[in-house]
Nanobody, 115 residues
Framework: QVQLVESGGGLVQPGGSLRLSCAVS????????MGWYRQAPGNQRELVAS???????NYLDSVKGRFTISRDNAKNTVFLRMNSLNTDDTAVYYC?????????WGQGTQVTVAS
């Protein structure tokens, strides 16, 4: 089993920044993909950023240049640095990992961008 615990969400003004963290515990061997998704009310969950294997990064077009995904293997943690936030980024953000063909999710952390 793999357990994911997100933190770092909150209320931020437009143009502000946040850093989300996802602590991964349990059996972390053979985790292939780590990523962040988000879901706004009335919308489908969408992939925001992912980091695959040795470090290949992928981003949703609307966050390219503003968000950065990273991982600290020593601490079993994946981060999402979010800069220049706007109201369209308001959503619940979920951490996700794939291990041996099984997908695991965190409980989500709310990010609200408002003035």
């Amino acid at each position: 089993q793999v357990q994911l615990v997100e933190s770092g969400g909150g209320l931020v003004q437009p143009g502000g920044s946040l850093r989300l963290s996802c602590a991964v515990s349990g059996s972390i061997f053979s985790i292939n993909v780590m990523g962040w998704y988000r879901q706004a009310p009335g919308n489908q969950r969408e992939l925001v950023a992912s980091i695959i294997g040795g470090g290949v990064e992928n981003y949703l077009d609307s966050v390219k240049g503003r968000f950065t995904i990273s991982r600290d293997n020593a601490k079993n943690t994946v981060f999402l640095r979010m800069n220049s936030l706007n109201t369209d980024d308001t959503a619940v953000y979920y951490c996700n990992v794939w291990r041996s063909g099984v997908s695991y999710w965190g409980q989500g952390t709310q990010v609200t961008v408002a003035s």
